[in-house]
């Protein structure tokens, strides 16, 4: 299990739609193994989403959780004038494991 934190950028003054997660849910396909998205609309500098996915490799995590996010932009309404800037597994400060 991967967590990809995707950071998005939209149109100055617009805030992430409500529903964002159940939205990107929708654009998941079974294979891409996505089990859960967050949101995090205030994050700093942009929003980003938390998506939660089965994968045999961090690699094959960041590229399934990015093509999700595309997906959705693309075919929403909602998200229209959004672009995906990262996609990302977050790394942890060794301190945080002591």
């Known amino acids: 299990m991967y967590l990809v934190h995707i950071s998005l950028c939209g149109p100055m003054g617009v805030k ?26 205030h994050a700093e500098p942009h929003p980003v989403l938390g998506l939660f996915l089965r994968a ?15 997906r959705a932009i693309e075919r929403s309404p909602e998200l229209a004038g959004w672009e995906l800037l990262s996609a990302q597994v977050p790394l942890l400060d060794h301190c945080w494991l002591d």
């Open 16 to 41: 992430l739609p409500n529903g964002v997660r159940e939205l990107v849910m929708a654009h998941a396909r079974p294979e891409e193994g996505v089990e859960h998205v967050v949101a995090h609309p």
């Open 56 to 70: 045999d490799r961090l690699r094959t995590a960041e590229l399934r959780a990015a093509g999700v996010c595309r």
